[in-house]
């Protein structure tokens, strides 16, 4: 069967839950409420939580690592050695430092950029052209070390911004999983979703 791996990346516990480094587990933690999913914490593989879905004939596994951000490149590359999936049906996604609030962009491949996720995973399963689905979180506006900034939760006036993208950011999910990256690409890079006669998710 056509198989998809898609990874979230976030930090496990409470203490993290609604933190601007957590938005790839608060996006698969909204397509588990909107589709009725539960995931499931693994015993013989306690670096993950993930859960099995079926859209339209499509098996796609959504996976949550339990490792700490840091390291999530073991449960990744668990999951991905195991069940072979090919590159280019694996879909990552995470916070990114460099778009401002309001923005997602899917990217084929490339570098870390100085997250230590990606890097983790790069490092892992040893190839760096996987496909990424980025959460703009911008840049502290202050003096705020980007430690402590990643691992802060979003300020009030963002919440309704970061609502919208994480809608966005399901559909986009979606439309990857159907159409591949290059299709997602020309579909969802460049909108701003929180300017001015914003689309609709």
Same mark, same amino acid.
């Given at each position: 069967?056509? $198989?998809? !791996? =898609?990874?979230?990346?976030?930090?496990?516990? #409470?203490?993290? /839950?609604?933190?601007?480094?957590?938005? &790839?587990?608060?996006?698969?933690?909204?397509?588990?409420?909107?589709?009725?999913?539960?995931?499931?914490?693994?015993?013989?593989?306690?670096?993950?939580?993930?859960?099995?879905?079926?859209?339209?004939?499509?098996?796609?596994?959504?996976?949550?690592?339990?490792?700490?951000?840091?390291?999530?490149?073991?449960?990744?590359?668990?999951?991905?050695?195991?069940?072979?999936?090919?590159?280019? $049906?694996? !879909? =990552?996604?995470?916070?990114?430092?460099?778009? #401002?609030?309001? /923005?997602?962009?899917?990217?084929?491949? &490339?570098?870390?950029?100085?997250?230590?996720?990606?890097?983790?995973?790069?490092?892992?399963?040893?190839?760096?052209?996987?496909?990424?689905?980025?959460?703009?979180?911008?840049?502290?506006?202050?003096?705020?070390?980007?430690?402590?900034?990643?691992?802060?939760?979003?300020?009030?006036?963002?919440?309704?911004?970061?609502?919208?993208?994480?809608?966005?950011?399901?559909?986009?999910?979606?439309?990857?999983?159907?159409?591949?990256?290059?299709?997602?690409?020309?579909?969802?890079?460049?909108?701003?979703?929180?300017?001015?006669?914003?689309?609709?998710?």
């Amino acid at each position: 069967m056509y $198989r998809i !791996l =898609v990874a979230g990346l976030g930090n496990p516990g #409470p203490r993290y /839950r609604y933190t601007r480094h957590n938005i &790839g587990f608060t996006i698969l933690d909204r397509v588990a409420s909107q589709y009725s999913l539960s995931f499931v914490f693994h015993r013989e593989a306690p670096h993950y939580e993930s859960v099995f879905w079926t859209l339209e004939g499509i098996s796609i596994m959504l996976l949550k690592p339990l490792t700490y951000m840091n390291r999530s490149g073991e449960a990744v590359a668990s999951v991905f050695n195991s069940y072979k999936i090919p590159l280019e $049906r694996l !879909l =990552v996604i995470h916070d990114d430092l460099e778009l #401002p609030l309001g /923005r997602l962009k899917f990217v084929r491949g &490339g570098g870390a950029g100085g997250h230590n996720g990606i890097r983790s995973i790069i490092d892992s399963i040893g190839s760096r052209r996987f496909p990424r689905l980025k959460i703009g979180i911008g840049r502290p506006s202050g003096p705020v070390p980007i430690d402590k900034y990643v691992l802060s939760s979003f300020y009030q006036g963002e919440i309704q911004t970061v609502d919208k993208v994480v809608d966005f950011a399901v559909n986009a999910l979606i439309y990857f999983t159907k159409n591949g990256i290059d299709s997602a690409m020309n579909e969802f890079n460049g909108l701003n979703i929180s300017g001015p006669g914003a689309p609709r998710p």
